[in-house]
């Protein structure tokens, strides 16, 4: 069983950068991939970034590449997203996601097991 809650949304103008934060509870955050989605208003979920067990592998989006970047460490069960130039966009709830059996690259919603509450973003323009 793995809980997670995000933190560090709010709002920003166009240009400027967040960073997003992510505490996962239990010992095993090590064995789970880990990724962050973000759902627009009358959207799908889209994953945005993930990463591996290690942090040794990320994915992005290709809407998000360059701007965004994913990072965890292990030793304190934290994952983070560091987003910079945000864009109109980008505007959406975020959500940590853990996957048991997933690997960075796992990008649809059924590939993970543990969701976060959600953390809001909106950039103005």
């Known amino acids: 069983q793995v809980q997670l809650v995000e933190s560090g949304g709010g709002l920003v103008q166009a240009g400027g950068s967040l960073r997003l934060s992510c505490a996962a509870s239990?010992?095993?955050?090590?064995?789970?991939?880990m990724g962050w989605f973000r759902q627009a208003p009358g959207k799908e979920r889209e994953l945005v970034s993930g990463?591996?067990?290690?942090?040794?592998?990320?994915y992005y989006a290709d809407s998000v590449e360059g701007r965004f970047t994913i990072s965890r460490d292990n030793a304190k069960n934290m994952v983070y997203l560091q987003m910079n130039n945000l864009e109109p966009e980008d505007t959406a709830v975020y959500h940590c996601?853990?996957?048991?059996?997933?690997?960075?690259?796992?990008?649809?919603?059924?590939?993970?097991?543990?969701w976060g509450q959600g953390t809001q973003v909106t950039v103005s323009s």
């Open positions: 996601a853990a996957s048991q059996y997933g690997s960075s690259g796992s990008t649809k919603v059924a590939d993970y097991d543990y």
């Open positions: 239990g010992r095993t955050f090590r064995t789970f991939a």
């Open positions: 990463i591996n067990r290690s942090g040794g592998s990320t």
